[in-house]
């Protein structure tokens, strides 16, 4: 009898060798199967704002992805497919093809103790609005165009789709460069005259009426409250620029009339500073309001007129570091290939530090000229963040400048925070503990 014909003749034997062939080939393929890891530190990634693109691509087709939170600038950990490498390759996005073997390796060096890193789990693609008028503006918008370039979906709204409770559909919303304080974003002293700001107050009144408000303001502070409520419900939002504190400066004045006749046909309200109600904001306190209608500016949270110390050349805010472990979620925000941002103008450049409340979390901040730059906090079930300044990549932009071409601007760093914000949502939460 041969050696083979021994071992057919035997079925235990013959048993134990199928079994034994299924593991060897079970081990074998998942030693070489592999994953895809998108690096997002300065020497590895070619194009930091296109790989949250493809990161968000990957989540739109019901796919999980691994966000490794300080581990090489915030890399992203997806699956591997032939698609996802040929999408990729299209966008000029960076991408390294790992094994599991590798991955794992990688995987068990984050959850070590000693490490300030974490893996957390996204889970899907949010749902994006943009809060902007209807048609084009003489500025353009940071927020808008990176989603943009980054082929990030998005849908806009205004103020009627927000007012008929519209926004209940989004996880996410951005507020454009809004005034909801009804003052036509105090363009007055040095645009009265200029045909887009008569044209642009004219169709805001139009709507204010066809909403059934007598005022623009009115109709902002009710804009401003429903956004109030989509947040306490469990809504991101994000804002940037002169939308963070005009928002949070309508909800103090909520009962109050701040605007002079030249924004609203009658004069302001006596003593209307003290009658701020701080307790209804977001983020800031005890701030003062600007009351000459000619000046461009808001109020005192706002540093762009305190900022003579800050020379452009070292103007740069620094980015705070958090426990990725115990608090994930500022950690998310904070993701980036450097931990030193370059600062940019904007009508709210950044904000003054001693008049965030103390309950909101500094993510950025000039602590030479005491200015928050990016702040994020909590309210009710949701989540806010304000980001001071305008265009990341356009350091002084001004009304009727051209837009910035983010082609020439793939790496940036200032974008790169915005786009943190918009894969913040997909995040399968952990509890805080701090």
Known sequence: MTYLSKIVSSPLQAKARSAFLFFFFLFFFKSFASVILIPMD????????????????????????QWLLNYRGGSFLLPDGETIRKECQIRGVSFEVLSDAQAEQILDGISSPSQNQEAVILEKAPKIAVYSPKGNQPWDDAVTMVLTYAEIPYVTVYDEEVLDNKLVLYDWLHLHHEDFTGQYGKFYGAYRAAPWYIEGKKKAEALAQKLGFDKVSEEKRAVALKIRNYVIGGGFMFAMCSAADSFDIALAAESVDICEPMFDGDPSEANYQGKLDYGNTFAFTNFVLERNPLRYEFSSIDMTNKRRNVPRESDYFSLMEFSAKWDPVPTMLTQNHTTLVKGFMGQT??????????????LGENKINGEARYIHGIKGKGFFTFYGGHDPEDYQHRVGDPKTELELHPTSPGYRLILNNVLFPAARKKKQKT
């Open 349 to 362: 450049t950044a904000f003054t530090r001693n008049e965030v409340k103390p309950t909101v979390m500094i």
């Open 42 to 65: 300065a020497e590895g990634q070619e194009n930091h704002l296109k790989a949250y693109g493809i990161t968000y691509w990957v989540l739109g087709k019901q796919q999980k992805v």
